[in-house]
């Protein structure tokens, strides 16, 4: 497919739904019963395989692994990276995940699609108003310096029907800019830095520490697109599906318990936050220093990401019966009711 074919099938949003949708047929339980969040004893399942999208926001992840807080709670986790946000949830669904990584886009995408996954954490709590974590950047040379200028550009994201693709669509949208021109190229985090330089995209939706190398080659900050759009409440979740909720509540509850302890602890203790991220994600000491995540977020989770979501899902779709669908889902569903504030 050609880039701009690409662009395309992901215009407007309908390519999120589409993406979603065809997970739907791996769901075997469609139903949203509400499940029991003040669970009580040891986990059911103590082993556990979680797939993430490696970034420096995982973060407090890693130092919970690192610190013991998982092992405390009787968990042992089997991580996997994994990219394509859309075959973690198709993961969760058929159950070769018991958790994984994804955005509030694709959680409330899949619910409309009668696929139920649930917000059971939150990766690095609500997000503030300093948050330095997703970044749009524009090449050196492109001639850039603002969401407006990004109108017939080519912009790299990591995934053409992702959270980060919308969040730069609305931002593009609300300086001017007819997102209809805009041409999206996929590719991974850890690619985009080359690409900016090389010339073959004019801007890039990044992450670090894969970002600290496009802004050392002269890149420019366009804004930082949670930050503008979703304070206080949080974009991104570790999720599960229903059914393993229902047959694993203990488990859920001590998953998310960890992660809310291992939240605070990465804010109180960045530098080993910081050196858990050598071994989690591979990457050198010096790259770890320069890490950034949402330090200080509030680990609870709120409803306000997922309306939000919604109505830019509906906003930017042309598909009538997608649109339907987000329209009549209760948001209240899709997720579990013990990560709530």
């Not at 969401?147 to 693709?165: D, I, M």
């Amino acid at each position: 497919m050609t880039i701009r074919a690409a662009r395309r099938a992901a215009r407007r949003g309908a390519g999120i739904v589409a993406a979603i949708a065809s997970l739907a047929l791996l769901s075997a339980c469609s139903g949203a019963t509400t499940p029991e969040a003040g669970a009580t004893g040891e986990p059911e399942k103590a082993t556990l395989t979680v797939a993430i999208n490696p970034s420096t926001q995982f973060a407090p992840f890693y130092y919970g692994i690192e610190s013991g807080i998982f092992e405390e709670h009787g968990l042992e986790l089997e991580v996997v990276p994994q990219t394509d946000i859309a075959a973690i949830v198709s993961g969760l669904a058929s159950g070769t995940y018991d958790i994984g990584f994804a955005t509030v886009v694709h959680v409330v995408t899949a619910n409309a699609n009668g696929i139920p996954i649930r917000g059971v954490s939150t990766i690095e709590g609500q997000i503030q108003e300093d948050d330095e974590g997703t970044v749009t950047i524009a090449a050196a040379d492109s001639g850039i310096t603002d969401f407006a200028g990004l109108e017939g550009k080519r912009v790299a994201t990591v995934g053409l029907s992702s959270h980060n693709t919308l969040t730069m669509w609305e931002l593009a949208d609300r300086a001017g800019a007819d997102t209809s021109t805009i041409e999206l190229v996929q590719l991974p985090f850890g690619q985009m830095a080359a690409a900016l330089e090389s010339g073959d995209v004019d801007a890039a939706i990044m992450q670090w520490p894969f970002a600290a190398e496009a802004l050392e080659a002269g890149g420019v900050e366009l804004g930082y697109n949670n930050r503008e759009l979703f304070v206080d409440t949080a974009t991104t979740l570790f999720n599960a599906s229903q059914s393993f909720i229902d047959q694993n509540p203990n488990t859920v509850r001590a998953f998310a318990d960890a992660m809310h302890e291992s939240i605070l602890g990465a804010t109180e203790n960045q530098d080993a936050a910081k050196e858990s991220l050598v071994d989690g994600l591979g990457i050198t000491a010096e790259q770890a220093e320069t890490a950034r995540w949402n330090v200080g977020g509030r680990p609870e989770l709120n409803l306000d990401a997922f309306e939000i979501a919604r109505d830019l899902l509906v906003k930017f779709s042309t598909d009538q019966a997608a649109r339907t669908a987000l329209e009549n889902l209760d948001i209240e569903t899709v997720v579990w009711p013990g990560a709530l504030e």
